[in-house]
């Protein structure tokens, strides 16, 4: 059975990471490694993060000195990462209880190198109001209007980090640069459609914040993707845009 390694970012999600973390535990795949990087400086949480840690010895908990993002936390977890196979959930998201299983069985079967799948958008009350639809993206340009890769879905192949592709220091769409070196390494993602993760909308979340979704959007095309000034503020309306689209839809 290939190992497959849960890097889990905690940033102020207390409320929700017990069923976070129980959907990660029992999995029918049990074959995992749990790695939660502590990125806060509240003692409460960090204390329930111990406790909670200690319910399973498949977990390992790392704790920042400082508070660095989730994106830098993500790279002190991928290089902990002893796995075949990396897949990512934020602290507030919930698996359904066969994602690895089904996921993994689909990549081995194809041979893929990186997946992703359909998933649920639930608010606080575990209460479903949308849906979105993976799809096939062979290339940088398939995303770059539209990211529609939701994190909490994604598997890869560790092997891929190879070529020590990390995450960026942004506060939101750090995933968003991470799949952009991904696909410029010609590595594709594969969609399994079938809606095997709960990605959970908050009021107070950072993705939430339209005005640092804005700034580390222009970023992306700015900065990451080296775009002029003129080109990266149309691929940021457009991004806006299709976004607000899939809000109506």
């Known amino acids: 059975m290939k190992l497959v390694s849960v890097?889990?970012?905690?940033?102020?999600?207390?409320?929700?990471?017990?069923?976070?973390?129980?959907?990660?535990?029992?999995?029918?795949?049990?074959?995992?490694?749990?790695?939660?990087?502590?990125?806060?400086t509240n003692i409460l949480d960090l204390n329930f993060l111990k406790?909670?840690?200690?319910?399973?010895?498949?977990?390992?908990?790392?704790?920042?000195?400082?508070?660095?993002?989730a994106g830098l936390s993500r790279n002190k977890g991928m290089k902990l990462a002893r796995g075949d196979f990396l897949a990512f959930i934020d602290s507030d998201d919930v698996w359904v209880l066969n994602k690895i299983s089904n996921q993994l069985k689909f990549m081995l079967n194809n041979n893929f190198r990186a997946s992703h799948t359909d998933y649920r958008i639930i608010n606080p009350k575990d209460k479903v109001i949308s849906y979105r639809k993976a799809r096939n993206?062979?290339?940088?340009?398939?995303?770059?209007k539209s990211c529609d890769i939701g994190l909490s879905t994604v598997m890869i192949q560790r092997s891929l980090l190879n070529n020590n592709l990390k995450f960026p220091n942004l506060k939101t769409k750090e995933d968003f640069v991470f799949w952009i070196r991904l696909l410029k390494k010609k590595v594709k993602f594969r969609s399994l459609n079938k809606p095997l993760s709960n990605w959970r909308k908050t009021k107070n979340s950072l993705s939430s914040s339209v005005y640092q979704k804005l700034l580390d959007g222009f970023r992306v095309y700015y900065v990451y993707m080296k775009f002029n000034f003129i080109k990266s503020c149309v691929f940021l309306f457009l991004l806006s845009f299709n976004y607000l689209i899939k809000r109506i839809a």
């Open 137 to 144: 993206i062979n290339h940088v340009d398939d995303i770059l």
């Open 7 to 40: 890097i889990i970012p905690f940033y102020k999600k207390k409320r929700f990471f017990r069923k976070t973390l129980l959907s990660i535990i029992n999995q029918d795949y049990q074959k995992l490694e749990i790695i939660i990087i502590y990125d806060d």
């Open 51 to 69: 406790k909670i840690s200690k319910i399973d010895k498949r977990i390992k908990l790392i704790i920042n000195k400082k508070n660095i993002g």
